[in-house]
Nanobody, 126 residues
Framework: QVRLVESGGGSVQAGGSLRLSCAASGYTDGVYCMGWFRQTPGNEREGVAAIDSDGGTSYADVVKGRFTISQDNAKNTLYLEMNSLKSEDTAMYYC????????????????????WGQGTQVTVSS
């Protein structure tokens, strides 16, 4: 069973930076794609950034140029570097993963992922 554990959330002032990490375990044969999502109370979970099984990345328009998704395959860890944070970035951030036999596209749709972490809170004060 794939397990995802996020860390790195916290409180920061607007304009500041945070780096989120997602440690994955339980991977079996196949290829994996991963993504970061966020959610605020009363709203749907929205895609922030994703990386497919070939290493291709995609970002939500609202974070392009500010957030960077990356992964360390040797450590089975996914990262989200967040710079120039804004108050509207305040949310619970979730890591997600999915598996495929040959190629996993992932992307910004939460329905594309079968595995989820518990989330880490990011609070940006203005």
């Amino acid at each position: 069973q794939v397990r995802l554990v996020e860390s790195g959330g916290g409180s920061v002032q607007a304009g500041g930076s945070l780096r989120l990490s997602c440690a994955a375990s339980g991977y079996t044969d196949g290829v994996y794609c991963m993504g970061w999502f966020r959610q605020t109370p009363g709203n749907e979970r929205e895609g922030v950034a994703a990386i497919d099984s070939d290493g291709g990345t995609s970002y939500a328009d609202v974070v392009k140029g500010r957030f960077t998704i990356s992964q360390d395959n040797a450590k089975n860890t996914l990262y989200l570097e967040m710079n120039s944070l804004k108050s509207e970035d305040t949310a619970m951030y979730y890591c997600a993963a999915d598996r495929a036999n040959t190629f996993c596209a992932g992307g910004q749709d939460s329905l594309a992922y079968n595995y989820w972490g518990q989330g880490t809170q990011v609070t940006v004060s203005s």
